[in-house]
């Protein structure tokens, strides 16, 4: 590449554009550290509205310390829950509810089963725990999340853990997508 040469009346123009300039004497930026704010923890949203406080439960059976959980909601094809035993739909979110009281890990599950709704989870890991410590070897917070799990109305499926990720103390959970998230309303924009 050729060298360009200047004229003095460019050198002038370049000059009197540019300013007074001063040289600079450190090469090193200090970076001033902003002051974040605090975090602080995402306000609980008071639902009047419980999916959980069904009156018209029915009473199940209760399941003890080995036993496996299955459940699919009316209309869904068997074959999506031998899916969701294989490790078919993958694994989007998890969380472990075991050693909580039954209120916190009702509130700990209604918001993480919202979180995951909103953020279009299609799949979720719960452990719960297979309730060695509970009085007379009766798990109380599995018992609850069968009943919990069959009174949401995003819950399309769930069944025991294989298991490598907790067997009968934890639960696969199939949730149903939220509308912005399902195909036919993306084929239609």
């Not at 310390?65 to 094809?77: K, M, N, R, V, Y």
């Amino acid at each position: 590449m050729a060298k360009k040469t200047l004229t003095s009346e460019d050198s002038d123009l370049f000059r009197h554009t540019i300013g007074k300039v001063r040289p600079v004497l450190n090469d090193k930026v200090l970076l001033k550290k902003d002051h974040k704010p605090k975090p602080y923890p995402r306000p609980l949203a008071t639902d009047s509205e419980s999916p959980f406080s069904d009156s018209a439960a029915t009473e199940l059976e209760q399941v003890g310390l080995e036993d496996s959980l299955s459940f699919t909601a009316p209309g869904l094809q068997n074959n999506v829950l031998k899916k969701l035993r294989r490790g078919f739909f993958g694994l989007d979110a998890e969380i472990d509810l075991h050693g909580l009281t039954s209120n916190a890990a009702q509130q700990q599950l209604l918001h993480f089963l919202h979180d995951c709704v909103d953020a279009g989870c299609h799949c979720v890991h719960i452990v719960h725990g297979k309730g060695y410590r509970s009085v007379d070897n009766h798990p109380v917070l599995k018992n609850n999340l069968n009943l919990w799990l069959r009174l949401h109305p995003d819950v399309q499926a769930f069944c025991s853990a294989p298991p490598k990720n907790g067997g009968t103390g934890a639960v696969f959970v199939l949730l149903r997508l939220a509308e912005k998230y399902s195909r036919h309303n993306n084929s239609e924009s």
